[in-house]
């Protein structure tokens, strides 16, 4: 059994994704602010200890009048005081320390090292180091990354709960849609999806969808009546014949009498025959099925003994059939004779008598024929014509001559067009009606 895949949450992934971005940016701005303390911290610590080598240069050269080891002692101290942060030691140019640090350092320090004057008796020169303590500096940043941390998680978690707000709250308009889509049935194919709401991105989905219902619904209604005409088509021949058997077997009857009952049951199975070959053909039809096109043919002679075989018919109804045009093409001749033949016997219906029921062959573009029969007669209303090749569909409602035409002629002629690659055409102005289709072919000579 296969089981169905999905991309997942869209909600969790934007969540997901904008927690991730919140997190990111925050840890960015945060590392950026300690790197930028840090910096400071560290040019502050620079800063101190030039300005301190240079109080301590200052202070030595200007102090020389203290010629003895306790006066400098006594000097330096007194320039330290106030300054925790900062240990200095001396020693002289022999590398002997006669001033030591004032307390202990930490393991934290920075150290500047510089020559210094000092007094003759002590060698005239010596070697100063300033030391500065960074373990509050330290700590200071420790706190600050501790800090920082803390703000960038609980950040992304207040910005993540926002988020979560904010996209629960943009996605109502969607989850409306969906109810939309929801309430669409069978019995309410009215329904349309409502995108006032909905953002820019959506309303293309929304367009297509609702076209694509508009499509579904024409559809389903062609559907409920092609289904209502099968039955109404096939109940009156099957009605004739349960009622014919019925009565037969009422009391016992001749032979004669026997034999007369299947003749007119036969009649009727033939039809309901007929009908179901037809929608068979057209099922294939729809299904894709193609015309076979291996034979040459020209259209005029085909055309003209199919007329031959209505002579009789159109001569009863004081009509005459006229061929016009040649083309030769290359085409399934048995289906292009069933449908001239179909629109010949639509056209002798309907023509006005001691008028010609006239076959046009009409080459167009390269490779296309137009094929129609037209007749002169009662024009049809134009709000029929867009459905004269619907399955069953008629002009008259009332269905006359529903015995011998069961509606779907003019269907197999536009199913025998598309398998030609053309389309079915009918015009009705000017009291001449005029039905037909095109093929495309590769025509092999014109004339």
Request: net charge neutral.
């Amino acid at each position: 059994m296969s089981v169905a895949m999905h991309a997942g949450s869209l909600r969790a992934r934007l969540l997901r994704r904008l927690a991730l971005q919140s997190m990111a940016g925050l840890g960015v701005v945060c590392v950026a602010v300690y790197v930028v303390i840090f910096l400071t911290l560290d040019q502050r610590q620079n800063q101190t200890l030039n300005m301190k080598r240079e109080a301590v240069e200052h202070l030595l050269k200007e102090g020389r009048g203290a010629h003895d080891l306790d006066s400098v002692r006594h000097l330096l101290n007194d320039f330290l005081a106030g300054h925790d942060e900062l240990t200095l030691s001396v020693a002289d140019n022999s590398g002997h320390i006669f001033l030591p640090p004032q307390r202990a350092a930490s393991a934290d320090v920075k150290v500047e090292r510089f020559p210094v004057p000092l007094p003759p008796d002590l060698g005239g020169v010596g070697t100063a180091s300033l030391a500065f303590d960074q373990s509050k500096d330290k700590e200071l940043l420790l706190r600050l990354a501790w800090t920082l941390g803390f703000a960038a998680v609980g950040g992304s978690l207040v910005l993540s709960a926002a988020a979560a707000f904010g996209v629960r709250r943009e996605l109502a308009p969607l989850r409306a849609l969906v109810r939309q889509t929801a309430a669409v049935r069978a019995d309410r194919l009215e329904l349309r999806l409502d995108g006032r709401d909905q953002v820019e991105e959506l309303q293309p989905l929304i367009a297509q969808t609702n076209d694509l219902l508009d499509r579904l619904a024409i559809a389903y209604r062609q559907m409920e009546s092609f289904n209502a005409d099968v039955a109404h088509e096939l109940n009156n021949p099957l009605s004739i014949l349960i009622n014919s058997c019925e009565f037969a077997l009422r009391r016992p009857r001749s032979p004669e009498e026997l034999k007369e009952t299947l003749t007119s049951n036969l009649e009727e199975l033939k039809r309901i025959a007929r009908i179901v070959a037809d929608m068979l053909f057209l099922a294939n039809a729809q299904r894709g099925a193609q015309a076979s096109r291996d034979e040459l043919t020209e259209l005029s002679e085909l055309f003209a003994e199919v007329l031959d075989y209505h002579e009789a018919a159109l001569n009863d109804a004081g009509l005459r059939g006229v061929v016009t045009g040649r083309a030769q093409v290359r085409v399934d001749a048995a289906l292009l004779q069933r449908a001239i033949s179909n629109l010949i016997g639509n056209a002798r219906r309907y023509a006005t008598p001691g008028t010609d029921v006239v076959v046009e062959i009409e080459p167009r573009a390269v490779g296309e024929v137009y094929i129609g029969v037209s007749n002169q007669g009662a024009e049809i209303p134009p709000e029929h014509l867009p459905r004269l090749f619907d399955r069953f569909y008629r002009v008259d409602p009332s269905r006359t001559g529903a015995s011998k035409n069961h509606g779907l002629g003019l269907s197999i002629v536009a199913a025998i067009a598309r398998m030609h690659g053309g389309c079915a055409l009918v015009s009705s102005e000017g009291g001449v009606t005029r039905v037909g289709f095109t093929i495309t072919s590769p025509i092999a000579e014109q004339r």
